[in-house]
């Protein structure tokens, strides 16, 4: 018999909780358990611990008090029927069996093994249903039709009917608005119906020409990345291979179940907990080949929600001429990515209004930091207002104002801010045996997918493709080598081959995007390259039109190549006419920051189709003795002979 905590008003009404072993956190914070929205609940506000058989609930000094029954309480042993009350939210703490009659038990708990249709059927886990870890049970579904059973878990999910759907910021959960460019070699390997699912009229725009990665001559698509994440779950939920569980995957509690799965996939992003619970089976990440000076380089990036009346042709120029914004849009809507400076990057501060303290918030989670009524930008999850648009004569506001005049953003425009990180490791392996096969259980492989593997940021929608591409390999490898019998090292040569491709292809070109080398040959990251023109006293007495008529001839060049691919672009004049609006400074800093090193960031792709041709070689030496033929090794005939 299970215990469990299930929400009755507020916007957790009728999700649950199933209390385990471990402590259930509530409070605003992101990271506990259960995320109060209301205002007047605290960072931490209460816990549920196990003690001596029976669940206490506990009170962690929050500012108005947690109540049971009504009564406020700092310790109180919890009995089955007790309502909770935090800030504006209550809860009842029941068992199962109690709410068996209220609710669909499919809430309430794992879900039991589901019972192979045959011996041939590969049981999979997936711990994360975003756009990768939903991709991939699709793919496989699809490949392994009636063979395979699918259980996604993810705690953004939640249920409305009889249908899982993404929670919203009611529920604590921040939606991701991003624009992403998907690459035509990743968006033409998906299933026909996840292509007609994501690619409706009006649903994406092509504002990137042709590129190196271009596959059949199709250009890259852009798309809003919770556009993608609804149409790929509802498409999954209408397949009875595929188990959608609105939980957070938890490695500890489901040990059992997992003993009897072929397969656990780690999809949930790039501080992953199930990862790091398998840590000493995937090996430690490698953070110095990501250094200078030894210093582990990270890039903070402002993310601005925004609506540009720039045209598509005029968008892309501006943004590959330099190297401190990047507007990725749909429609004209979309995303301005920021690159900080180390200064920048510490004023990147929420406020408490109620508290008066400073709180990272934006910086140190993804929260999405909305405008209000008052032309205030605050974080619905935590109340904190951003600090530098407070302080609208902050060097930091400034900037941002610059970065909407370079993209015709209106100021009333600007209706959301947020943050993010670039930060990369190298990562020795993808893919892992967890459990050994027994005389009961078939042996669990793990697999990293996605910004789990790698997580690559700064130009919208490179992470994505990178993680596409992993979950395409993987699909691919699992379905040419399932045949019923427990799964070997040897059966994933080509994915983690194509894993390590990717890592090198995608993270060496965000490396790229990030260092910058000078005339001696040194290289410098680029927000010290931004940071310097800044503080140059030197610069300050060049005259601003020698910075604006050199920013102008690097467009021009850039322009003249681009032209074939994408017709529309602006005229001398016209970027003239719309740079001289800009500051002195900004103008030093755009020009200062230099141009997209299209040469190294662009050429040859990651291909890995190129491991799953028919007629991929593949070598096996042949055997010095009749053991090793015994022992079931195969010899390829035609193959070398050392002899």
């Given at each position: 018999m299970s215990s469990v905590i299930v929400g009755r008003t507020g916007p957790?009404?009728?999700?649950?909780?199933?209390?385990?072993?471990?402590?259930?956190?509530?409070?605003?914070?992101?990271?506990?358990?259960?995320?109060?929205?209301?205002?007047?609940?605290?960072?931490?506000?209460?816990?549920?611990?196990?003690?001596?058989?029976?669940?206490?609930?506990?009170?962690?000094?929050?500012?108005?008090?947690?109540?049971?029954?009504?009564q406020r309480v700092s310790r109180h042993v919890l009995t089955p029927g007790d309502t909770i009350t935090i800030g504006d939210e209550t809860f009842v703490y029941d068992t199962d069996e109690a709410m068996e009659t209220v609710m669909d038990l499919s809430v309430l708990a794992s879900p039991p093994t589901q019972a192979p249709a045959g011996a041939d059927e590969l049981r999979v886990t997936i711990s994360g249903g975003g756009p990768v870890g939903l991709t991939f049970a699709l793919l496989l579904e699809d490949a392994l039709k009636g063979k395979v059973a699918i259980t996604v878990y993810d705690g953004r999910w939640m249920r409305q009917g009889a249908s899982v759907v993404w929670k919203g910021a009611g529920h604590g959960n921040t939606r991701r608005q991003q624009v992403v460019t998907i690459q035509s070699r990743q968006y033409l390997a998906l299933t026909a119906e996840a292509q007609k699912a994501l690619f409706g009229e009006g649903a994406y725009s092509e504002m990137w020409p042709v590129g190196p990665d271009s596959v059949d001559g199709r250009p890259p698509r852009n798309i809003r990345i919770a556009y993608i994440e609804d149409k790929l779950l509802e498409l999954a939920g209408s397949k009875p291979a595929i188990q959608l569980i609105p939980e957070r995957y938890d490695p500890v509690q489901d040990e059992n179940r997992l003993n009897r799965e072929h397969v656990l996939v780690i999809c949930e992003g790039g501080r992953s907990r199930t990862r790091e619970h398998f840590g000493d089976r995937f090996g430690g990440a490698d953070a110095s080949i990501y250094s200078l000076d030894g210093e582990h380089l990270q890039d903070v990036v402002l993310g601005l929600r925004v609506k540009s009346r720039l045209s598509d042709p005029m968008s892309v120029l501006l943004t590959v001429a330099q190297n401190r914004f990047l507007l990725n849009s749909l429609h004209g809507e979309g995303f301005l990515n920021m690159r900080l400076t180390r200064e920048e990057a510490n004023n990147v501060i929420g406020i408490d209004p109620v508290r008066r303290v400073f709180e990272e918030c934006i910086a140190a989670r993804p929260c999405l930091m909305g405008r209000n009524e008052d032309h205030e930008f605050v974080c619905p999850t935590h109340g904190t207002l951003f600090l530098p648009a407070l302080l609208r004569s902050s060097p930091l506001w400034k900037s941002i104002q610059e970065g909407l005049k370079l993209f015709g953003v209106d100021e009333t425009d600007l209706s959301a801010i947020t943050s993010f990180r670039l930060d990369m490791v190298q990562r020795p392996r993808f893919t892992a045996q967890l459990t050994r096969p027994t005389a009961t259980s078939p042996g669990t492989y793990g697999f990293?997918?996605?910004?789990?593997?790698?997580?690559?940021?700064?130009?919208?929608?490179?992470?994505?493709?990178?993680?596409?591409?992993?979950?395409?390999?993987?699909?691919?490898?699992?379905?040419?080598?399932?045949?019923?019998?427990?799964?070997?090292?040897?059966?994933?040569?080509?994915?983690?081959?194509?894993?390590?491709?990717?890592?090198?292809?995608?993270?060496?070109?965000?490396?790229?995007?990030?260092?910058?080398?000078?005339?001696?040959?040194?290289?410098?990251a680029i927000k010290d390259v931004i940071a310097s023109s800044m503080n140059d006293e030197g610069a300050r007495n060049r005259p601003s039109h020698a910075d604006l008529d050199l920013l102008v001839a690097r467009m021009r060049e850039i322009r003249d190549r681009l032209a074939g691919r994408l017709p529309g672009m602006p005229s001398d004049d016209e970027l003239h006419a719309h740079l001289s609006g800009l500051a002195p400074a900004t103008l030093r800093t755009l020009l200062e920051s230099g141009a997209w090193d299209t040469l190294i960031v662009g050429g040859e792709e990651a291909d890995i189709d190129i491991f799953y041709q028919p007629d991929a070689p593949v070598f096996v030496a042949r055997p010095t003795d009749r053991s090793a033929l015994d022992a079931g090794v195969a010899w390829l005939p035609g193959a070398l002979d050392p002899a």
């Amino acid at each position: 018999m299970s215990s469990v905590i299930v929400g009755r008003t507020g916007p957790f009404t009728g999700q649950s909780v199933v209390l385990s072993d471990g402590s259930l956190t509530f409070g605003r914070k992101s990271d506990n358990g259960v995320i109060i929205v209301s205002p007047n609940a605290s960072r931490l506000h209460a816990e549920i611990l196990l003690e001596k058989g029976s669940y206490v609930l506990y009170d962690r000094n929050s500012r108005n008090g947690t109540y049971v029954n009504d009564q406020r309480v700092s310790r109180h042993v919890l009995t089955p029927g007790d309502t909770i009350t935090i800030g504006d939210e209550t809860f009842v703490y029941d068992t199962d069996e109690a709410m068996e009659t209220v609710m669909d038990l499919s809430v309430l708990a794992s879900p039991p093994t589901q019972a192979p249709a045959g011996a041939d059927e590969l049981r999979v886990t997936i711990s994360g249903g975003g756009p990768v870890g939903l991709t991939f049970a699709l793919l496989l579904e699809d490949a392994l039709k009636g063979k395979v059973a699918i259980t996604v878990y993810d705690g953004r999910w939640m249920r409305q009917g009889a249908s899982v759907v993404w929670k919203g910021a009611g529920h604590g959960n921040t939606r991701r608005q991003q624009v992403v460019t998907i690459q035509s070699r990743q968006y033409l390997a998906l299933t026909a119906e996840a292509q007609k699912a994501l690619f409706g009229e009006g649903a994406y725009s092509e504002m990137w020409p042709v590129g190196p990665d271009s596959v059949d001559g199709r250009p890259p698509r852009n798309i809003r990345i919770a556009y993608i994440e609804d149409k790929l779950l509802e498409l999954a939920g209408s397949k009875p291979a595929i188990q959608l569980i609105p939980e957070r995957y938890d490695p500890v509690q489901d040990e059992n179940r997992l003993n009897r799965e072929h397969v656990l996939v780690i999809c949930e992003g790039g501080r992953s907990r199930t990862r790091e619970h398998f840590g000493d089976r995937f090996g430690g990440a490698d953070a110095s080949i990501y250094s200078l000076d030894g210093e582990h380089l990270q890039d903070v990036v402002l993310g601005l929600r925004v609506k540009s009346r720039l045209s598509d042709p005029m968008s892309v120029l501006l943004t590959v001429a330099q190297n401190r914004f990047l507007l990725n849009s749909l429609h004209g809507e979309g995303f301005l990515n920021m690159r900080l400076t180390r200064e920048e990057a510490n004023n990147v501060i929420g406020i408490d209004p109620v508290r008066r303290v400073f709180e990272e918030c934006i910086a140190a989670r993804p929260c999405l930091m909305g405008r209000n009524e008052d032309h205030e930008f605050v974080c619905p999850t935590h109340g904190t207002l951003f600090l530098p648009a407070l302080l609208r004569s902050s060097p930091l506001w400034k900037s941002i104002q610059e970065g909407l005049k370079l993209f015709g953003v209106d100021e009333t425009d600007l209706s959301a801010i947020t943050s993010f990180r670039l930060d990369m490791v190298q990562r020795p392996r993808f893919t892992a045996q967890l459990t050994r096969p027994t005389a009961t259980s078939p042996g669990t492989y793990g697999f990293l997918l996605g910004d789990a593997a790698n997580a690559i940021h700064f130009w919208p929608g490179r992470g994505l493709n990178s993680g596409l591409a992993s979950a395409i390999s993987l699909s691919r490898s699992l379905s040419r080598v399932w045949q019923g019998k427990p799964l070997r090292d040897a059966d994933f040569i080509r994915h983690e081959a194509a894993m390590s491709m990717l890592q090198y292809r995608h993270k060496s070109r965000a490396w790229n995007a990030m260092v910058t080398t000078d005339e001696r040959g040194t290289a410098r990251a680029i927000k010290d390259v931004i940071a310097s023109s800044m503080n140059d006293e030197g610069a300050r007495n060049r005259p601003s039109h020698a910075d604006l008529d050199l920013l102008v001839a690097r467009m021009r060049e850039i322009r003249d190549r681009l032209a074939g691919r994408l017709p529309g672009m602006p005229s001398d004049d016209e970027l003239h006419a719309h740079l001289s609006g800009l500051a002195p400074a900004t103008l030093r800093t755009l020009l200062e920051s230099g141009a997209w090193d299209t040469l190294i960031v662009g050429g040859e792709e990651a291909d890995i189709d190129i491991f799953y041709q028919p007629d991929a070689p593949v070598f096996v030496a042949r055997p010095t003795d009749r053991s090793a033929l015994d022992a079931g090794v195969a010899w390829l005939p035609g193959a070398l002979d050392p002899a």
